[in-house]
Structure formats: C-alpha cells, structure tokens
C-alpha cells in the first residue's frame, strides 16, 4: 500500500523566515496531495492541495510543488507569523479496495518564533 | 450543518472492555475514514469506506471493526481493549474522490 514520508519532524523559524516541509510517497497512481494544518487540541484542517497534472500551485503565503517521477511533494510558507505555529500534514490520494483511500505523513511540528 | 460528529469525546476503558466509537455526518458524503493519531504521531488509517456496506483495511486495523450500513454512520467497534489502544480517534468524511476530508473534534481513549 501507499507510504507517505514526511521530513522534518519538528521545525522552528524565525517569524516572518519561510518555512518548507518536505514529503515523498511509494505508490506512483496516487494522484491527489493535500496538506492539513492542525492547531492544538484541534482538528486537521485543508489548507492547499494539489492534483498529480500541477506541477506547483500557490495561495497567499503558501505553495506546494509535486514532482512526479521523484514522487515527492513539498509545502511552503512564506512570511512565517506566529498563528502558523501547528503541526502540518501532508497526504497522498489513491484508490485502494473500498474506493478513494487517504495516507498521512507522520507530521511536521512547526514553532514560528516571535 | 453539523458537519461530521464524533461521540464520545473522551472514555476510559478498562483493559478487556469493548466500546463502540459513534461518527455520523449529515453532508451526505460518501466517502468515511477512521484515523488514529497517538501522542506526537501521525494519522494512521485504520478502515475506510467509500458507501453504505463497502468498508476496507487501512494501515492499523487490528484490533478493530467498522461497519457501514448507513451513508450518515461509520462507528468503529473495539473489541477487547488493550493499552495500545491508547490514543486519539478521528473520523473524516469525503464527498468526491480527491477532494476535501472533513474531520470530526476526535475522540481521547484511554485504555487502563
């Protein structure tokens, strides 16, 4: 099945330094790849994605890019603010058995020091 | 619109016990998964379902057992609870394939 690996497991920045979260997956028919954001105590939320025919797509102060023949994908903040602060998922898309199947990374803590 | 809803929000169970943790969402989706996420960890897929009476294995299913006979329910059942089993369950709800996961508050199991 699917493995999403995620690197680094913890990351503090300076604010307003940027910040990038690295993943790469095994299954090479995952097609869709989004990250979530989770504050403390909270649950995962979206906040960008991308699908397997884009090679970068950006929103205000993050992007994410996907590269495809090294099966590896990659979140970037800009501009860091301390409400960026959270742990970050990144997750790849694929079909398993019982349809649409969703594998997480292991997570990146990220500190944004004022 | 709730949205997805998880109940309990936190238990304790003794070891042996069984529990049924209950996940209901009223967006009409399709697609159900069940995460669990243990202390500084990840999110590990332990069943998935994509409609009423299909359900799958994910990473971690050990353990464990779904069912899904309503398009709104996917509870997951733990039979004979074990320490392991200590950690905090999510469940999500997709509508199309590749899309957004809706996440529910979670639920804190503690396995004593």
């Known amino acids: 099945g699917e493995n999403v690996e995620q690197h680094p497991s913890t990351l503090s920045v300076q604010e307003g330094d940027s910040a990038v979260i690295k993943c790469t997956y095994s299954d090479s028919a995952s097609n869709y790849f989004p990250w979530y954001k989770q504050e403390l105590g909270k649950r995962p939320q979206l906040i960008i994605d991308?699908?397997?025919?884009?090679g970068e797509k950006k929103d205000q102060r993050i992007a994410v890019t996907l590269n495809k023949t090294a099966k590896h994908f990659s979140l970037h903040i800009t501009e860091t603010q301390p409400e960026d602060s959270a742990v970050y998922f990144c997750?790849?898309?694929?079909?398993?058995?019982?349809?649409?199947?969703?594998?997480f990374g292991g997570g990146t803590r990220v500190l944004v020091k004022p | 619109n709730a949205g997805v809803t998880q109940t309990p929000k936190f238990r304790i169970l003794k070891i042996g016990q069984s529990m049924t943790l209950q996940c209901t969402q009223d967006?009409?989706?399709?697609?159900m998964y069940w995460y669990r996420q243990d202390p500084g960890m990840g999110l590990k897929l332990i069943y998935y379902s994509v409609g009423a009476g299909i359900t799958d294995k994910g990473e971690v299913p050990n353990g464990y057992n779904v069912s899904r006979s309503t398009t709104e329910d996917f509870p997951l059942r733990l039979e004979l609870a074990a320490p392991s089993q200590t950690s905090v369950y999510f469940c999500a709800a997709m509508g199309q394939p590749n899309t957004e996961a809706f996440f529910g508050q979670g639920t804190r199991l503690t396995v004593v």
């Open positions: 991308i699908r397997s025919n884009v």
């Open positions: 967006m009409n989706h399709n697609y």
């Open positions: 997750a790849a898309s694929g079909f398993g058995a019982a349809g649409n199947k969703l594998t």
